[in-house]
């Protein structure tokens, strides 16, 4: 079992930037894949970045490439995302994920999520 706890959601003017963490607890963190999804209200959930267990290779979605970006710190048990020049359709709760499966943009890659926290930009 994994346990994650997203942090650092908030309300953000468009052009601004915030920081998301995820907290990992349980498993060995460095042994699992991480990615970040987004939930609109009335939306289904979407892949918007994700890192493979050893830190390399980032993905993201097309829609926040250039953006943002994802990191982890696996000596924290601890994932990022920086996201800079938001955009009021970035509004939305993100999720961090765990998973070990090769696909990494899909939901169904991930066994374990966090609660999420909200991001609200405003234009």
């Known amino acids: 079992q994994v346990q994650l706890v997203e942090s650092g959601g908030g309300l953000v003017q468009a052009g601004g930037s915030l920081r998301l963490s995820c907290a990992a607890s349980?498993?060995?963190?460095?042994?699992?894949?991480v990615g970040w999804f987004r939930q609109a209200p009335g939306k289904e959930r979407e892949f918007v970045a994700a890192i493979r267990w050893g830190g390399v290779s980032p993905y993201y979605a097309d829609s926040v490439k250039g953006r943002f970006t994802i990191s982890r710190d696996n000596a924290k048990n601890t994932a990022y995302l920086q996201m800079n020049s938001l955009k009021p359709e970035d509004t939305a709760v993100y999720y961090c994920?765990?998973?070990?499966?090769?696909?990494?943009?899909?939901?169904?890659?991930?066994?374990?999520w966090g609660q999420g926290t909200q991001v609200t930009v405003s234009s």
């Open positions: 994920a765990a998973g070990r499966r090769f696909s990494i943009v899909i939901t169904t890659a991930y066994d374990y």
């Open positions: 349980g498993q060995t963190f460095s042994n699992y894949n």
